[in-house]
């Protein structure tokens, strides 16, 4: 390969939250014990250096003494335009449909905050990403949760018949839509986005989708953007993307809305602007335009099948090793999420037993129930596979056969 995806990064003392936090003083992720060391399987940021070409962009930009007031020029747009054409097909996109967002969570309660009032419900999926259930929360609004089902393949489907009598039963003006999935790593098909969004417009509700791992995709399935399946899913939603997921420039912030329906965007950007704060960040802008370089395009690609190899070392180990222990394997994204039930049920052990088990000996990785997963672990699979096969190794000599 041409791009660095095998050297092991030391991050200990880098800001990095997925190191640095384990055994800090009031982390719930203590330290492992003597003798190994912490391998970082739960916050979802990656273990690979950056394309060279974000760093190359940053430090140039850097070069210049000036900092001041700014406003993105037209190849910070151009370049978005580009990389949605090439990655998703999309036609037709044009400077106006694009926002900036501090983070994707932040456009997620900016449009929640055009399309509802306090207290109202809003339909998510569950399994539930822990970020949009303590944005709701904290904002004052209701989750209710339609479950994904496993159908006989062991994919995790939506349903249809459910989200309709919860719409109507809750009385239902907007939902959240996963695409794809965290943490179930479900790409949808056109066909599962069509129904679902006709469902919406049956019933008028406004969508919200969150398709920041649009470009994580493994071997064989390819991303359909929710606003491309019709004119009106064009028109109801609110669409929020970043290279933050892609390139790993979470530390930066920096995101993008895509909005077509003309009142509903100029509603955002006032609601997004009443704090004042909703900026971009100078540097910020120019690390996008350094990923989304031709360089950035080639690593991206190279990314996605060190992602496979690895989710498919993973979920095969599993199937081999780990008696009682299932995983739909995700299609998209870079995340397991672990059901452990049988295991408990055949061990008597509980699931904060096992999650400990694997902190001891530095396999840090997720408690699934903070994401409506009752006996599941979310593991961050963004790391070089020799770290993948030594995480996998000490689980199944110290945790899962032990």
Not at 45 to 69: L, S, W
Not at 112 to 125: E, I, Q, R, T
Not at 158 to 167: G, L, P, Q, R, S
Not at 367 to 396: C, K, W, Y
Request: proline fraction near 5%; aromatic fraction near 12%; hydrophobic fraction near 40%.
């Amino acid at each position: 390969m041409k791009y660095d995806f095998t050297s092991i990064l030391d991050r200990k003392g880098k800001d990095a939250l997925a190191i640095d936090s384990v055994g800090a003083p009031g982390s719930v992720y203590p330290a492992p014990r003597e003798g190994f060391d912490p391998i970082p399987m739960w916050i979802a940021d990656m273990n690979f250096p950056v394309v060279p070409t974000v760093q190359e962009a940053m430090i140039e930009r850097a070069k210049h003494p000036t900092f001041g007031y700014f406003r993105p020029p037209q190849v910070y747009y151009d370049s978005i335009i580009r990389w949605q054409e090439t990655h998703n097909g999309v036609t037709g996109l044009t400077k106006e449909h694009i926002g900036y967002e501090n983070g994707v969570l932040g456009g997620v309660i900016t449009a929640l905050n055009v399309f509802c009032s306090k207290g109202d419900n809003v339909l998510l999926h569950s399994p539930t990403y822990i970020g949009f259930t303590n944005s709701l929360n904290k904002n004052g609004y209701r989750a209710i949760h339609s479950p994904l089902v496993k159908d006989a393949q062991g994919i995790w489907r939506m349903d249809f018949a459910d989200m309709e009598e919860k719409i109507v039963q809750n009385k239902i003006h907007a939902a959240i839509f996963c695409s794809p999935h965290n943490p179930c790593g479900r790409v949808w098909e056109r066909w599962e986005i069509e129904q679902a969004l006709e469902l919406y417009k049956k019933h008028d509700v406004m969508v919200i989708s969150d398709e920041i791992w649009s470009d994580i995709l493994l071997s064989g399935h390819k991303h359909i953007p929710t606003q491309s399946i019709s004119e009106d899913a064009k028109k109801r939603t609110v669409a929020l993307y970043a290279p933050s997921k892609t390139f790993n420039l979470a530390g930066l912030v920096g995101s993008y809305h895509i909005i077509y329906n003309k009142h509903i965007k100029e509603r955002c950007e006032k609601e997004a602007g009443l704090s004042q704060y909703n900026e971009m960040n100078v540097l910020s802008m120019h690390a996008l335009l350094g990923a989304y370089q031709p360089e950035g395009y080639e690593w991206a690609e190279e990314l996605k099948q060190v992602l496979t190899g690895n989710v498919d070392y993973a979920c095969d180990y599993i199937e081999k090793h780990f008696e009682g222990v299932s995983v739909s394997k995700p299609q998209g994204t870079y995340m397991l999420f672990l059901d452990c039930a049988q295991w408990l049920e055949k061990t008597g052990k509980t699931l904060d037993e096992l999650i400990r088990a694997g902190w001891d000996v530095g396999v840090v990785w997720q408690d699934g129930r903070a994401f409506f997963g009752p006996t599941h672990i979310r593991m961050n699979l963004a790391l070089p596979l020799s770290r993948v096969q030594e995480a996998f190794r000490r689980l199944d000599e110290y945790v899962f056969n032990a």
